[in-house]
């Protein structure tokens, strides 16, 4: 069977996404600085409160249009708002959810955690099935809560400090400034009562993420609202990762390979690819199948595992 690319399949794919995830790094947090603007729709967590930074993420755009859109009720504020959705569903209709493993810039922070633990010799914790089950309902319950605090806002139910819900719980906020410089986001805001409960909230938010990205892989994603969004796209989108079963030897290796630990990938089905995918391709790069597993990109597989290499 043809080995289409399978050179990309060697350990050296790894290598090649770590390297594109450091160069995102350098262009989504400091691209600002040197007139690279690449706007409000980038479909992963890049953050506007780093200063200087080249992009930032959607859910920050959604949750503005959704609350400052609904107040102003312009033309202007409607057209915008259906602008910038359009470029975020063109940018994962044709990317997926590369997003995630290729050029999120807190997937890298949580990548560096996760080296640095096996640099020290620390097992990785496991999530449980069912655990991880409960987690999936609140990816979605995280994106329902952003959208659904602009409007009471808006209404006049909510104060403003409710503006942005999540980005004030948000740990990129607290994480990401970090690397500009800029610290004032680990400090308690103590403005009033609201701005205090939130900057609370965002500590001990950040601080639970930090332990959970150090002793589990990717910990943080399991928890990602902007990963659901992004699955919801899922019919959309021309980048996936498919199985061709009757290749398969069930080995397992692909889900042991996997950093969110995905049970989906053994099945005997061709669409393995589940909600908690970042496509990062650990799983492909380490099936000892040829053509088993293999990239998606509209109708063709540019990518496939390859059986029988080196």
């Known amino acids: ?30 691209g600002g600085r040197f007139g690279i603007h690449l706007g409000s729709a980038v479909p992963c967590f890049a953050c506007p409160y780093v200063p200087g930074c080249g992009g930032y993420c959607y859910l920050m755009g959604l949750q503005g249009y959704i609350g400052f859109g609904l107040r102003v009720l312009s033309w202007h504020a409607v057209w915008t708002a259906l602008g910038w959705l359009a ?33 020290l010799g620390v097992r990785e914790r496991i999530i449980s099935p069912s655990i991880r089950n409960c987690l999936t309902w609140l990816r979605y319950g995280l994106l329902v809560y952003l959208a659904l605090v602009p409007p009471l806002v808006t209404a006049g139910i909510l104060s403003d400090d409710f503006y942005l819900p ?23 805001n103590l403005e009033n009562t609201v701005t205090l409960a939130f900057s609370l909230v965002l500590l001990l938010i950040t601080g639970i993420m930090l332990v959970g990205m150090f002793f589990k892989e990717r910990f943080f994603c399991f928890f990602c609202p902007l990963l659901a969004l992004i699955h919801l796209l899922k019919p959309l989108t ?71 290499r080196p």
């Open 1 to 30: 069977m043809k080995r289409t690319l399978s050179f990309l399949t060697m350990p050296g794919m790894q290598t090649i996404r770590t390297g594109f995830q450091h160069f995102s790094f350098l262009i989504l947090m400091y």
């Open 87 to 119: 470029v975020f569903v063109i940018l994962v209709a044709v990317f997926g959810k590369a997003w995630c493993g290729w050029v999120c810039p807190f997937g890298l922070i949580q990548d560096w955690l996760t080296a640095l633990r096996k640099k």
């Open 238 to 308: 021309a980048l996936g990762l498919i199985k061709t079963p009757s290749s398969c030897v069930g080995c397992g290796t692909c889900s042991r390979a996997c950093p969110m630990d995905i049970e989906k990938l053994e099945e005997d089905t061709s669409d393995i690819q589940g909600g908690e995918c970042l496509n990062c391709l650990r799983c492909l790069e380490a099936c000892p199948s040829s053509a088993a597993l293999n990239l998606r990109f509209f109708r063709l597989k540019p990518v496939s595992s390859s059986g029988g």
């Open 166 to 188: 999540f980005c004030n719980i948000c740990p990129g906020k607290a994480l990401l400034p970090l690397f500009a410089g800029e610290t004032k986001y680990l400090a308690l």
